[in-house]
């Protein structure tokens, strides 16, 4: 028997009684995400996956138990978009990289960033990524509660510097005017030295992400 904290990954595809079935979740799942890259986390509704797929909204309930089962089906898929190769002995290099898909999938996603950080998830696909981690840490000395807050740190980042990314809407254009306009009165030397920062050329920021990136990932590990 299952109650509403058994995830959904442990209960049967469909429900046991009625038609045949007629859809997957993995169809249901690839509406919802669908549905999200479009309209955002807010325009996931049973209705309007339903539309998605040209069904009534009553005939989803016979795989899903509501919007929470699709948001945590939809965050576990996309770590499916992950490339999980070998680990190459360098802890560093090995959780940058995973970091930086991280990064490539919520800008792809970007209604994806949010969920990672107000509701994780632990589902088969994103078993596949914590399982490539423990694998790259295998010879790290921390014990396995230590790894796990590393997979949940490294998460986190990689949604922040999403986030940061997706930001430069007109939120951030209008926090530039002013600070460049404070710069521009010259009355605070610092903010008017990292003005003259931000804005000038820059043809290295993969470069500089990344070695962000490495940082941070040390200071982890430590």
């Known amino acids: 028997m299952t109650d509403d904290t058994t995830p959904i990954w442990l209960r049967p595809e469909r429900a046991a009684v009625g038609r045949p079935a007629e859809r997957t979740r993995a169809e249901i799942t690839a509406a919802a995400i669908a549905v999200a890259d479009r309209g955002g986390p807010d325009a996931v509704s049973m209705r309007n996956i339903a539309d998605e797929l040209g069904t009534g909204p009553a005939s989803l309930y016979r795989y899903v138990g509501g919007r929470d089962d699709l948001l945590d089906l939809m965050v576990d898929a996309t770590a499916a978009e992950y490339r999980l190769d070998p680990p190459t002995g360098d802890h560093v290099r090995d959780l940058v990289a995973v970091a930086e898909q991280a990064r490539s999938i919520m800008l792809r996603h ?113």
């Open 110 to 222: 970007p209604w994806l960033p949010e969920l990672v950080l107000t509701r994780p998830v632990l589902g088969p696909c994103t078993l596949d990524v914590l399982d490539h981690v423990l694998e790259a840490l295998a010879d790290h000395p921390g014990d396995g509660r230590t790894k796990l807050e590393i997979f949940a740190l490294l998460n986190a980042i990689a949604a922040t510097f999403a986030l940061n990314e997706l930001a430069a809407g007109n939120r951030a254009e209008r926090a530039a005017a002013y600070l460049g306009h404070i710069a521009a009165a010259g009355e605070r030397p610092r903010i008017t030295a990292l003005w003259d920062e931000l804005t000038a050329p820059n043809d290295d920021s993969d470069d500089r992400r990344a070695e962000r990136l490495a940082a941070l990932v040390s200071s982890l590990l430590q």
